[in-house]
């Protein structure tokens, strides 16, 4: 067959499959999607078809209907049935020492027993930090600069090594960071984990429609889409056969958290215990509220089922609402740390999808019918996304620990103030600190506990306060800790 024909055969399948896009896109009131298809080539007519074919019409349509088109929108939650959600308290503040005991042992047998794997949620941009480039790669640790991404990297080293696990690490990426972020990862050797071990998945995205419900058009070949949320992070670990990875492997903890906080403790055996020993599909992290405006998310409960609520809808009257001891009654903040059960995973985000949507009316940039890309000055449009914690009131059994902020959360949202870089690098500098003086050091503090002096504790040489304190008494010597100390796990092992 000679190359004109092997063109005019490829035409015509782009031509039969254009007819078959198009009937459908049409029956449904989304024509509009080809409007530009004469002046389009014939690489970007395939380009745009490949995309059509990737639109799941069906679900769309439900989209549109109950989230565009249908005006009786009403809460989620009843107020007024509205509950604190109940959770196991931290020893700190009266938790039973002896029930975490048993957790933490039943953890570190599921991680021997290569039980566990990390799930980062890492599909966003550092535009607010002023950063360009996958947050991920954003530059965080106080003195070596270490970015997000290597510190989650040692993290989960050191906890291979003190745990003899095998984690496998999922990250989920976007269409805009994926290819920049695996760049990172192959420069940096993968910051010392096995090229095996660390698998990237992309997130989902879903066409952006305007008030009428009509798909939006970014350009003459390009469809206007959306990441499908954070809790399209599930979807994506049942879409790219990732889940049945896990399954082959004997995996069935799966322990999920966002990209911007780099306290998290990536792997915490006491969490995974507690989820085992009580046999839960979903188990979650909360810290008690900074103050009653806080914007997180809040614990609570409702008709028997937990559920997070977030800031922007709990009520003034409930966010700032009291106990008799003059505490706050919904005190449970969710930072977004969580495990799921395997199997619950593929049940509420699989085929047969339970997580429901949510609409965010946004700025979104198209292109109308005269072929003019418009840059909204308000918003013109609508994107639909998933909520992770929609998942708790789908769970049968669900468990809430406490964890206590200053230990696990940092997050790095905002350029300045609280959470921001600042704070954060502080707040690991005070954690090092308490870690320190807990080794028996003295080591001089300002009144917030932080040093006078700067200094770093790499997580290849401890990952939690427990495991500083082992590492350094093993030391038969000790070193000194001034400005500018680095306790790396390479000092470790010479001086070990």
Known sequence: MSMHQCEDKNNQLVLADYERYFAQFQKVGQGQVFQFWEQLDSAQRLDLLQQASAVDLLELHELVQAHVLNQGRCSSADFAE???????????????????????????????????????????????????????????????????????????????????????WYILTSEINHQATVEAFEQAAYFGLSPDSVHFIVQGLVPAVDYSGKILLEAPDKIAKTPDGHGGALRALVRSGALNTLKTLGVDVISYFQVDNPMVSCIDPYFIGFHLLEQSQLSSKMVQKAHAAEKVGVFCEHSGKQMVVEYSDLPPSLQSAQTSEGGLLFQGGSIAI????????????????????????????????????????????????????????????????????????????????????????????????????????????????????????????????????????????????????????????SIA
């Open 82 to 168: 509205l509950r604190p959600a109940a959770y196991c308290a931290h020893p700190k503040n009266g938790g039973d020492p002896s029930r975490w005991q048993s957790a933490w042992d039943q953890g570190v047998q599921a991680l021997a027993d290569g039980r566990v794997a990390a799930f980062t949620v890492a599909g966003g941009q550092g535009t607010r930090l002023g950063f360009e480039g996958p947050k991920g790669t954003f530059p965080i640790s106080p003195l070596s600069q270490k970015t997000l991404f290597q510190i989650f990297a040692e993290k989960l080293l050191r906890s291979s090594q003190r745990f003899s696990a095998q984690i496998p």
């Open 338 to 493: 969580h495990l799921f059960d395997r199997d619950f995973v593929e049940q509420v985000a699989g085929s047969g999808n339970q997580l429901p949507f949510h609409r965010a009316d946004k700025k979104i940039p198209y292109l109308n019918s005269a072929g003019q890309h418009i840059q909204p000055t308000e918003a013109n449009g609508v994107k639909f996304e998933l909520f992770v914690f929609d998942a708790l009131p789908l769970a049968h059994r669900t468990l809430i620990i406490e964890t206590i902020r200053r230990d696990e959360f940092s997050p790095v949202k905002n350029a300045e103030g609280a959470d921001s870089p600042i704070s954060s690098r502080q707040d690991q500098l005070r954690q090092f600190a308490r870690w320190v003086q807990a080794a028996g050091v003295k080591l001089p503090v300002d009144s917030t506990g932080l040093p006078v002096f700067e200094f770093e504790i790499s997580p290849c040489f401890a990952v939690d306060e427990l495991d500083f304190v082992a590492r350094w008494q093993s030391l038969p010597q000790q070193p000194s800790i001034a400005a500018g100390t680095i306790l790396s796990a390479a000092l470790f092992e």
